[in-house]
């Protein structure tokens, strides 16, 4: 596997993040634990098992998980935390060795924040840890976190979220929880991709959400709701 890891600079980063690595792949866990080691903690486990107690007991600020695990999966792992009302808001980043679509669009429909594929750089890495990080602490300081926004959506609000939409961007809505991609969702509507995009780009807006993949987590979360209202 060639994997480059070239310098980086201008990368700054809080000092004491720290960083859960889950995989059993010797040599990836060296090279990823050289390159995090100067900027971050770095808790390792080569078990799903050992990544779930370590979780609980370790405070990680993060996660970075290989999808391939010996007792599990990486999905299975990002699964149990997102259940998990204590762990749910940790970011969370899959890596994998095999650039398969379906394996990409799962892993951001179970609530990855991220999702990168072999062969990628030690600058590209620490760029997806960096803005997990920083997204996440400004949310913490600055922003009402996600859960809190959906509550207010669902319960608190006076409005149930389709009446927030057209009736378009509700079946929309619809179609991402059940994971179509925006050209299944053109395919299915006979509409051309573009408008798809369009129509994406106005419920986020509405919903209040933020980053290039919290509608499709959103949705996915909240599928069930969304289809009985």
Known sequence: MN?????TS???????SRILLVTGDVAILRKFRQLLLPMYDVITANTIADAINFSNHQQPDLILCDVLVADSSGYQFLISL????????LPFVLFNRLNVTANIRKGMNLGADDFLVFPFTGEE????????LNRYQHIRENGM???ALIHQLYVEGTHPINERLSKTEAKILDMI???MSSRDIASTKCISVRTVDNHRHNIT??????GPNALVKFAFGHGITLSKQ
């Open 82 to 89: 997102r259940d998990d009302p204590t762990l749910k808001h």
């Open 125 to 132: 890495l620490l760029k997806s840890i960096q803005s997990r």
């Open 10 to 16: 201008g990368l700054q980063e809080a000092p004491h």
């Open 3 to 7: 994997t480059p890891y070239p310098a």
């Open 145 to 147: 976190p996600r859960e």
């Open 205 to 210: 807006k509405k919903l209040q959400l933020s």
């Open 177 to 179: 929880a059940r994971g």
